[in-house]
């Protein structure tokens, strides 16, 4: 029997990364919000490896800490090791990644929720959505609980009709054998969604004592003590190490022996799984000339044994799985305590949502998260964080926050599932970001702050603290502008130690800072530098020093698409009326409706001759209402 359980301004259903930071944006922002969730013993639970960040996704979780949200204050209150990547490489690709303490994760977040003012967390299965005139009013859980409110944020994961597969066996389930979300799927289909059917997978774990670690080589954590949150003053310097070993020619014999059995070559998994994190038996398939594959041995924990074996998803039967695992060198007498499985689920195509990830169909309904096709904790918490954002600026009237490519990693990844879609779990990388030396590790705060502070995420005294890092920056950069340093004996005999070519005349600090064997320190060693400078200033000053002639590149190309950005397309623009446009390009404007020309010449279909058109077009209409 169905009754009134209250009302509210925003529900999220789900609390997993993408819900968990929905919530709280949200409710930090002056809404009353309500999260659900199947299981509150789930809460921003981890079902496949214990870690955070890395290329690319690192750099998000520092854009999510820019804007105000959770995830990295919670990973480094939470984290057993933290590593700095590619410090060998330029500031474009490094990228920090933590591995965490998955039970403690999980506590730190859930209470973090529970303790938030304006948010109530429950627990709850949500069937159906209530819906009028197209317009989203609330949910309905199995028990008829009818929550009302004026936005609705689903952030179901992988939970929408879930099915587990280990060789032949097959059944309903959510991750981690959690309760599978089957009416709400359905319920979406009838309300003209159009769903896609994806896979994911996970390693088997391990019993920690039962590995000889002597075969393995360790995977340490950095000396230095480092933080996803620019907040962070406390840091955890006790570290747990990560070992590395390598698949054998063992190991590949017993796999290419069950192929048959393996559910992705037996036509058992209907799904489509991701691309770049491919099953064991993928790997081995398609790189069939590769003597070994990288198996890294992750703790999940301080308090417990089990270890995550990242680089041996499988969904081969159980005893394969232990035959394959003691083929390994060091895991010959492990015990395997979760067996490997692969994961179906359902997914809303993502083309059906508008830059906001309010979805086209339905007004006031948003989605985030691996609901929208991705794959990764670092995805879902930054779609989440946006929903959440402009869930409540539409509850509070403000204007909704569209994060651009140029803007952060963020900006690409709404942008790549709203304008292109994705046939495949949709996973970030560098390269998909044209203006990568933009958005690196280090800026995300001289980024995004701004935006942060507006939408109500940011305090004051973080804000002010800001801009004073901001000032010290430009303040220093102008100084070494107006610096002449002349080739006397100190400068030329440092220059000569360090192998670089000797000055000939006096030159400006900054330019002699832009030398790739010169650093600020070595400005220090001359008197030439600021003492009292904190660290994170003169990486900033290094940074934009070296590089500003690449910056300077990126900011134009910037400029040029912007313009592009810039040129509007009414919402109720007739494309049939738009002679010349290819058929393909035509059906594809319909369908997504972009709300710019930038937006439209990145579909794929939309060739440059069309975009040419349609700026033809957009310019006629412009000069007729004028």
């Given at each position: 029997m169905e009754y009134n359980a209250g009302s509210y301004d925003v529900i999220v259903v789900g609390a997993g990364h993408a819900g968990c930071e929905a919530g709280l944006a949200a409710a930090r922002m002056g809404a009353k919000t309500l999260v659900l969730t199947l299981n509150l013993d789930m809460v921003a639970f981890m079902p496949c490896n214990p870690s955070i960040g890395g290329p690319a996704k690192g750099v998000v979780v520092r854009e999510i800490d820019a804007l105000g949200g959770e995830m990295a204050r919670n990973i480094d209150k939470t984290h057993i090791q933290m590593r700095m990547l590619n410090t060998g490489k330029g500031p474009a690709v490094r990228a920090l990644r933590a591995q965490a303490d998955k039970s403690q994760y999980q506590n730190e977040m859930k209470h973090t929720l529970e303790k938030e003012e304006n948010l109530i967390l429950r627990q709850a299965m949500v069937n159906k959505l209530i819906v009028e005139n197209d317009e989203c009013k609330g949910v309905i859980t199995e028990t008829g609980a009818m929550y009302y409110s004026k936005t609705v944020i689903i952030t179901t994961g992988t939970f929408l009709r879930g099915k587990i597969i280990?060789?032949?066996?097959?059944?309903?389930?959510?991750?981690?054998?959690?309760?599978?979300?089957?009416?709400?799927?359905?319920?979406?289909?009838?309300?003209?969604?159009?769903?896609?059917?994806?896979?994911?997978?996970?390693?088997?774990?391990?019993?920690?004592?039962?590995?000889?670690?002597?075969?393995?080589?360790?995977?340490?954590?950095?000396?230095?003590?480092?933080?996803?949150?620019?907040?962070?003053?406390?840091?955890?310097?006790?570290?747990?190490?990560?070992?590395?070993?390598?698949?054998?020619?063992?190991?590949?014999?017993?796999?290419?022996?069950?192929?048959?059995?393996?559910?992705?070559?037996?036509?058992?998994?209907?799904?489509?799984?991701?691309?770049?994190?491919?099953?064991?038996?993928?790997?081995?398939?398609?790189?069939?000339?590769?003597?070994?594959?990288?198996?890294?041995?992750?703790?999940?924990?301080?308090?417990?044994?089990?270890?995550?074996?990242?680089?041996?998803?499988?969904?081969?039967?159980?005893?394969?799985?232990?035959?394959?695992?003691?083929?390994?060198?060091?895991?010959?007498?492990?015990?395997?305590?979760?067996?490997?499985?692969?994961?179906?689920?359902?997914?809303?195509?993502?083309?059906?949502?508008?830059?906001?990830?309010?979805?086209?169909?339905?007004?006031?309904?948003?989605?985030?998260?691996?609901?929208?096709?991705?794959?990764?904790?670092?995805?879902?918490?930054?779609?989440?964080?946006?929903?959440?954002?402009?869930?409540?600026?539409?509850?509070?009237?403000?204007?909704?926050?569209?994060?651009?490519?140029?803007?952060?990693?963020?900006?690409?990844?709404?942008?790549?599932?709203?304008?292109?879609?994705?046939?495949?779990?949709?996973?970030?990388?560098?390269?998909?970001?044209?203006?990568?030396?933009?958005?690196?590790h280090d800026n995300a705060d001289l980024r995004l702050t701004e935006i942060g502070y507006k939408t109500g995420l940011i305090s004051e005294q973080r804000y002010q603290k800001f801009m004073n890092k901001k000032e010290q920056i430009e303040k220093e950069i102008a100084r070494l502008e107006g610096i002449i340093i002349k080739p006397n004996e100190e400068v030329q005999q440092l220059i000569q130690d360090l192998g670089g070519s000797l000055l000939k005349d006096g030159v400006r600090a900054a330019d002699l800072l832009k030398r790739p064997e010169i650093t600020y320190n070595h400005l220090l060693l001359l008197g030439f530098g600021m003492e009292q400078l904190h660290e994170e200033i003169i990486e900033q000053v290094e940074i934009q020093i070296k590089y500003s002639g690449y910056i300077e590149k990126s900011l134009q190309q910037v400029d040029r698409m912007k313009k592009m950005e810039h040129k509007k397309i009414p919402e109720d623009i007739d494309y049939d009326a738009i002679n010349g446009i290819a058929s393909e390009a035509r059906q594809k404007l319909k369908d997504i409706r972009p709300l710019s020309v930038g937006q439209a010449s990145r579909i794929s279909g939309v060739n440059p001759a069309d975009i040419s058109i349609l700026l033809v077009y957009l310019e006629q209409g412009r000069i007729a209402r004028i």
């Open positions: 280990i060789g032949d066996l097959a059944y309903e389930s959510g991750p981690n054998n959690q309760r599978p979300s089957v009416q709400l799927s359905n319920h979406l289909k009838e309300l003209g969604f159009s769903l896609a059917r994806f896979k994911t997978g996970t390693p088997p774990r391990i019993k920690s004592e039962t590995i000889d670690y002597s075969k393995t080589e360790i995977q340490p954590g950095d000396d230095v003590v480092r933080a996803f949150s620019f907040e962070t003053t406390k840091f955890i310097t006790d570290q747990i190490p990560c070992w590395l070993t390598y698949t054998s020619p063992k190991t590949h014999e017993i796999i290419n022996m069950n192929l048959h059995r393996s559910p992705m070559y037996s036509g058992m998994i209907e799904g489509i799984g991701t691309r770049y994190c491919p099953s064991i038996e993928d790997k081995i398939v398609r790189f069939n000339d590769k003597p070994r594959h990288q198996i890294f041995l992750e703790p999940e924990g301080r308090n417990t044994e089990e270890v995550y074996i990242q680089g041996l998803s499988t969904s081969l039967p159980e005893e394969v799985q232990v035959e394959m695992i003691h083929s390994v060198p060091g895991l010959e007498k492990a015990e395997m305590m979760r067996a490997g499985y692969a994961i179906e689920y359902d997914v809303v195509r993502s083309t059906q949502l508008w830059p906001t990830l309010e979805t086209k169909i339905i007004k006031n309904l948003f989605t985030a998260g691996q609901i929208n096709g991705t794959s990764g904790y670092e995805e879902a918490a930054a779609q989440g964080l946006m929903a959440g954002i402009n869930a409540a600026c539409k509850v509070l009237n403000k204007d909704s926050v569209i994060l651009e490519r140029s803007d952060a990693y963020i900006g690409v990844l709404i942008d790549d599932l709203v304008t292109k879609g994705t046939i495949d779990p949709y996973r970030l990388l560098t390269s998909r970001a044209e203006y990568r030396l933009l958005l690196r």
